[in-house]
């Protein structure tokens, strides 16, 4: 079952502006990540953000979370054709099982 | 080089021939799941295994097994393959007891069953 919905669905944008993907959820969480799929391939985690936590970076990613409102924030900093990808946000349950969100499809024009 | 390795890559059956898709990690990960992701229906855990020989159910379980003997493998067995088991296959490895560290995913396997 998906968690919640991520918005945008898709986003396109130029090199080297800042792309922002929200994220919301529905069930408490013990934290929350962000995965990076290019077409059709598998996976890759990019950043995980504990439930006690507000804000992480990482290079170019800004995470958010506010769990009063359940949702999350991805911001990718001065975007690069390679960025061009769908973006997942992902929150683990006590049980440690990880339910996907719906997927922002970004597109970085050259 | 830490990775999920799964194979086939590709795989093009008829139905209700037995398949088994492989999945290894060489990371001493204790936990271990199986996704498949659909259009419009996002990424669904099957099946999942929090260490050797102990595996539980996910969300879309039916039509599929698992086994657990080692602690590295964590096949994915369709006993009677359908069609509306079509879909890209993911297999992804974790250590657990701790909720601090993201999952690796293996490149993924792209089944039609016709």
């Known amino acids: 079952s998906q968690q919640g919905e991520e918005d945008p669905q898709a986003l396109s944008i130029q090199e080297g502006e800042n792309a922002t993907m929200n994220c919301s959820y529905k069930?408490?969480?013990?934290?929350l990540q962000w995965y990076r799929q290019n077409s059709g391939r598998g996976l890759v985690h990019l950043i995980l953000?504990?439930?006690?936590?507000r804000e992480k970076h990482s290079g170019r990613l800004r995470v958010t979370l506010d769990t009063s409102k359940k949702s999350s924030s991805l911001l990718i900093t001065a975007s690069r054709a390679a960025d061009t990808a769908s973006y997942f946000c992902?929150?683990?349950?006590?049980?440690?099982?990880?339910?996907f969100g719906s997927g922002t499809r970004l597109l970085v024009r050259p | 080089e830490a990775q999920v390795t799964q194979n086939p890559r590709y795989l093009i059956t008829v139905t209700g021939k037995k398949l088994t898709v492989t999945c290894s990690q060489n990371?001493?990960?204790?936990?271990m799941s199986w996704y498949r992701q659909d259009p419009g229906l996002g990424l669904r855990q099957i099946y999942y295994?929090?260490?050797?020989?102990?595996?539980d159910k996910g969300d879309v379980p039916e039509g599929y097994k698992v086994s657990r003997k080692e602690k590295r493998n964590f096949p994915l067995i369709l006993e009677s393959p359908s069609p509306n088991q079509t879909s890209l296959y993911f297999c992804?490895?974790?250590?657990?007891?701790?909720?601090?560290?993201?999952?690796?995913f293996g490149s993924g396997t792209r089944l039609t069953v016709v």
């Open positions: 992902a929150t683990m349950d006590s049980s440690y099982k990880l339910i």
């Open positions: 990371m001493n990960h204790e936990y």
């Open positions: 953000i504990r439930s006690n936590e």
């Open positions: 069930t408490s969480i013990n934290n």
């Open positions: 992804a490895s974790s250590t657990s007891g701790t909720p601090s560290y993201g999952y690796t």
């Open positions: 295994s929090m260490n050797v020989e102990v595996t």
